[in-house]
Structure formats: C-alpha cells, structure tokens
C-alpha cells in the first residue's frame, strides 16, 4: 500500500542537524535578552559584538557536546589537505592573530582566554558524528508509530510549512557577487518549485523597515510582517510579494518566533503536521528573548515543528541560534553558501513525496540498514574524525607558533597553549574511540532487534545523507 505519509516530519528530524533534544549542551551563552546596558549600539554593532575578543565557552569533552561545539569562523567547511589550506588560506587566519595582545606569562585563565579564541577562529566541525538511525531504521506498520520521532502514522497528513525569512540590515552583506538576501529570496524560490500543490504555505519577514541605526530601532524590531498567511500554495503570489522585501532593518527573532507559531492557529487537529523554518544570519537584536519565545511553542495547541536555518553566521551567533532551537525543541543546521541554502530547502520536496510501500521484512533489508550503519555511520566518521582531529592540532599549533614570532606571546605562554592544544587532541582521539566502540555495540543491538521481526509488514528509512 502506497501512501504520502508524515515523512515530512521524519526527514525533518532527521535532515536538520537533527535528534539534538535531550542532549548534553555546551557551555553557551543563552538566548541573549539585550538589556539597557547596549541600546546605544546600531545593530550591526551588536551582531559583531560577539566576535574574538568576547568571551567564548570552553569545551566540554564528551562526545555529544564535541559535536555540537560551533565550527570555527575560518575552519573549512570541507576536507583539505594540510599543507594545500596551510598555503593558501593561512594568512587570513594571521590577520586575526595580529589583533591579539600581547601577553608574557600568561596566567593559567588567560592561556584559557587565548585558547578559545583559537577555538572561535579554527575549531573543527565534529558534527557529522550523528545518530546512527539517521543514516537508516525501519518502521513497522503494526506498531502504528515512527519509532524515532515517536509520531502516530496518520493517514492523509495535511502539511503546513511558513517560513520566516530575516531582513535585517546584515543580510545585504555578499557571499561572491550576490547579497544574502538575494541568495536566500532565490532560495526560496527554488523550493516552492519543487513542492506538491497539496501542501500550505505561508512566508514571515522580520526586519525589513527603518534601518539599522539606533534611531530607526524601534521602528524596525516592530516589523515582523506576515506577507502570505499560510495557504494553498501560490508560487507566484509568494514570489511577488517577496520580491519587494529589502534587508534594512534590526532583529527581532523572538517575537517573530511567537507570531510565527500563532500562524498556524487554524491548523490544530492531529491531521496536520504544522512545519516553522527559521533563516537567520545572526542573533537577536530587539530586547526579545527568543528562548523563551521557542520555549512557548510547547504549551500550544498547535506545536509547530521548527526548524532554524542558521545563515553564515559566526560561531557565537551559530550557538546563539543553535540554543533556541533546542529551546524550542526544535533542530539547528547551518548553511554557510547559497547552494547549502538551497539544499537545506530542496529536501521538503524530497520528504513531502515520499511514500511507505509495506513490504514483509527480510534479511536484505536488515543488512541494507546494517551498511548503512557501519560504512557511512561508524567508519567514515571515525576516518573523517581522524582526519579533523590532526587538521585541526597542526593548524592551532602553527597559529601559536605565530603568536610567538610576532611577538604576541612568550615561550612561557606558548607552551602552556602547546599542552591546551595536546591534551585537546588526547581527548578528542579517546572520545573518537569510545565512539566507535559504543556504536558497533549500538549496531549489534539495532541488528538483533530487527532480526526478531522477519516477516512482519514493514518499511526501511534510508534518508540521504550529508
């Protein structure tokens, strides 16, 4: 029996840097309520506050909280051999490590300092080491239930998507000849293309009057504006009302977080499956508390899945975002290019038209979720882990070597930051290797579970993964 199901949801939880409630978190700022203390500031003064020179988490060495420690503002989004990045790439790193001050003898809490300072420019991106079920499960059909996000299957799911598009003056900055904003409108639509003309759509901007002077600040962090109210898709209409949209202004996340989930009032009953995509590229700016805004999506009635899109954003603002999506118990994925943008929206397509075909379960179906598990779940992250790992202790090593040749630093200092960095990849060598361990253990249990079940009705959930 073939039937569009609640995919949606499921690929949702899964695609979107997903199964992150209930784990540890690392030492983070919070959702950043902005008091008195920086109404003088414009709003651009407040996205770049939280640069090098702030005050940024020291890591927590355990495998969760590696993975979804931010990747550092300057480290590569993909696997480069080390002296072709050391070459080419090297002196952008030296510009920052030039605005360092200088330090002798340091004391062990300003080595710390110094150290996440590095972190912020260079920490390696672990996050590929994810749920193993995310590369694959099956799902019975006597069970009545998707045993990862916990959901009933529900027959003729009605999906429901509004998205809220940031237009605040930072989205005009430009990654090669376009600007953000015109990046992200392309983005979008790109994605209502794709998208089957059953499911509702709606389109949220925030930020787009005034400007993003303190003047114009209260203007602005009032302009949160549903553009097109969540209905049967309209491409057209959607395209032309978001082409007059301009980045201008200030950001007001929170309240737009509240108004977007009060969106989908219309849409309560178990029928619907009510989706909430957040594209930000940076923190809040209004005095809202977006946290606590994310965190009232719970007691509604409606309780939109939200999903938060995380735009070129610096490592601050990426942990920043990453906590109001858990807030929210919600997901977080970053997109650092227009075309991880578009990737990140495309996929609705993909999990919208996807069908259950129930079938009897037999062993060529365990052993396609048992592979999938063991190559690209277990070993190509332990080999990619490994690669990180060393990338990442070579460069911080020659950024103190730096430090010290310039001046910045003294022998003293550099190696006490030698044994941060060695003790570092001691740590994260162990924490890779208990991961391996336990997972083969994990694999082991998924595959007996499975095997008891040969002959039952049933589907395999093989998602594409990143």
């Known amino acids: 029996m073939k039937q569009k199901k609640l995919n949606f949801i499921i690929y949702l939880f899964l695609i979107l840097c997903i199964i992150t409630c209930g784990k540890k978190v690392v030492e983070t700022e919070k959702g950043e309520k902005n008091d008195g203390a920086v109404k003088s500031l414009s709003e651009e003064e407040m996205q770049n506050k939280k640069g090098l020179f702030s005050e940024h988490p020291l890591p ?33 790193i030296e510009k920052y490590l030039d605005q360092f001050e200088k330090t002798e003898n340091a004391s062990d809490e300003k080595v710390d300092k110094i150290f996440t300072q590095l972190l912020y420019l260079y920490a390696a991106d672990y996050k590929g080491a994810k749920d193993l079920k995310e590369y694959g499960y099956i799902i019975f059909k006597k069970d009545g239930i998707n045993p990862v996000t916990g959901v009933p299957l529900i027959e003729d799911i009605k999906v429901n998507i509004e998205i809220i598009l940031d237009a605040s003056g930072s989205m005009v900055k430009k990654i090669g000849d376009k600007t953000m904003m015109d990046i992200a409108k392309e983005s979008i639509y790109k994605m209502l293309e794709t998208l089957p003309e059953n499911v509702n759509v709606g389109l949220r901007v925030y930020g787009h009057k005034g400007n993003n002077t303190v003047a114009e600040k209260e203007i602005s962090c009032k302009s949160s504006e549903l553009i097109s109210p969540i209905s049967k898709l309209d491409k057209s209409g959607i395209k032309e009302k978001l082409s007059s949209v301009t980045a201008s202004g200030w950001t007001p996340i929170g309240e737009s977080i509240r108004l977007g989930a009060e969106d989908f009032q219309k849409f309560q009953d178990n029928k619907n499956l009510n989706i909430l995509y957040i594209i930000s590229d940076g923190i809040e700016t209004c005095n809202g508390d977006p946290v606590q805004s994310a965190k009232s999506i719970e007691s509604m009635n409606v309780k939109p899945v939200m999903g938060i899109i995380g735009f070129n954003v610096n490592p601050s603002q990426e942990l920043n975002l990453r906590n109001i999506a858990k807030a929210g118990r919600g997901h977080y994925a970053t997109a650092d290019t227009g075309e991880v943008l578009i990737k990140e929206l495309m996929k609705i397509h993909e999990i919208a038209m996807s069908k259950y075909d129930w079938k009897s379960l037999d062993t060529i179906d365990i052993m396609r979720v048992s592979n999938r598990h063991t190559f690209e779940g277990n070993l190509m992250i332990s080999n990619s882990m490994d690669f990180l790992i060393y990338h990442e202790a070579f460069t911080f090593e020659d950024m103190v070597r730096y430090l010290e040749r310039t001046g910045k630093i003294d022998s003293i200092t550099r190696e006490k930051l030698f044994k941060k960095i060695n003790d570092r990849n001691n740590k994260l060598h162990e924490i890779k290797r208990e991961m391996k361990n336990k997972r083969e253990m994990e694999m082991e249990k998924i595959r007996a579970e499975y095997t008891k079940r040969i002959g039952e009705e049933a589907y395999v959930i093989l998602p594409e993964v990143n």
């Open 60 to 92: 927590i060495y355990d495998y969760e909280s590696i993975t979804e420690y931010p990747k550092g503002l300057l480290a590569p989004s993909e696997n480069l051999e080390y002296n072709k990045f050391r070459s080419e790439h090297f002196d952008e």
